[in-house]
């Protein structure tokens, strides 16, 4: 199975934006639909966006769209998460997530077999 790292998260002011990456090992990522999720301290676990294995469906969820946009780059094995305008109510650790499914992941199912370990976002008002 892939194993995954995210890093980029950070303290910024509402407004501001942030980039995530997600570096993935493994000779199989281009085979994974991959996702971002976020958790708020006492709050579940919820899904940001999502992309197909090569790259050409992404999905978002409604409260990000427009705002974040996620890429990937298989040469890299590297996921992103770019976050522009960000709120206060952003704020969460951040995970990437890998699926067995070539889909683009749209959210949290039991094909995702790998979690990263997460990054933490704060956006200050």
């Known amino acids: 199975q892939v194993q995954l790292v995210e890093s980029g998260g950070g303290l910024v002011q509402a407004g501001g934006s942030l980039r995530l990456s997600c570096a993935a090992s493994?000779?199989?990522?281009?085979?994974?639909?991959m996702g971002w999720f976020r958790q708020a301290p006492g709050k579940e676990r919820e899904f940001v966006a999502g992309?197909?294995?090569?790259?050409?469906?992404?999905y978002y969820a409604e409260s990000v769209k427009v705002r974040f946009t996620i890429s990937r780059d298989n040469v890299k094995n590297m996921v992103y998460l770019q976050m522009n305008s960000l709120k206060p109510e952003d704020t969460a650790v951040y995970y990437c997530a890998a699926s067995k499914l070539r889909l683009v992941v749209r959210t949290t199912t039991p094909d995702l077999v790998s979690w990263g370990q997460g990054t933490q976002v704060t956006v200050s008002s």
């Open positions: 992309i197909s294995a090569v790259g050409f469906s992404t």
């Open positions: 493994g000779r199989t990522f281009s085979s994974y639909g």
